[in-house]
């Protein structure tokens, strides 16, 4: 549910950002299933229209070019709402990566700020149904801000990205 994994935060995060990196810098969006969400699809493909240091790749990924993926990044962002175990963020820590990710749900059973940059958060109610997620339920709306900051620190301060990624 593309509500919940929240693509568009991240995108806003990172062209907040960007004037304040110090080298080049790229954002990849993984996502699957674009086509069956052509809404936000479409709202993606206008907000990285004029930004070519944005990457978008929407299908399947065999494992192999998953894990490619995974290893040729230098950290990985997820501002999603809500997260059940959060395994593409453990699969990347377990890679030594550092990891950006919203302090809420599931990844905070293995993400601490020693070992990744947890991002604020203010909870909300959900205002309609989101696939299976009915209106009512509580999600988390990631500062986008600080997450930028995150990202500036990362791309900016290779020691502490690298000290965060060992940990």
């Not at 709202?43 to 995974?70: C, G, K």
């Not at 990566?97 to 302090?103: D, E, F, L, R, S």
């Not at 700020?113 to 205002?127: F, G, M």
């Amino acid at each position: 549910v593309p509500e919940r994994k929240n693509p568009m935060a991240t995108i806003e995060a990172y062209q907040r950002a960007r004037p304040d990196f110090r080298g080049k810098t790229r954002l990849v969006v993984k996502l699957i299933n674009g086509d069956r969400e052509s809404e936000l699809l479409s709202r993606l493909r206008r907000a990285v229209a004029d930004d070519d240091s944005i990457i978008v790749i929407d299908r399947y990924l065999h494992r192999p070019e998953l894990n490619a993926l995974f290893n040729s990044v230098d950290a990985c962002v997820s501002l999603h709402r809500a997260e059940g175990f959060g395994l593409t963020l453990a699969e990347s820590m377990c890679l030594g990566k550092p990891v950006i990710a919203t302090g809420w749900s599931g990844n905070m059973d293995f993400m601490t700020p020693w070992n990744s940059v947890p991002v604020p958060y203010k909870l909300v109610q959900i205002e309609r149904d989101h696939g299976p997620y009915p209106a009512g339920q509580w999600w988390a709306d990631p500062d986008p801000d600080a997450a930028a900051a995150a990202m500036i620190r990362i791309a900016n301060e290779p020691e502490y990205a690298a000290e965060l990624g060992s940990n």
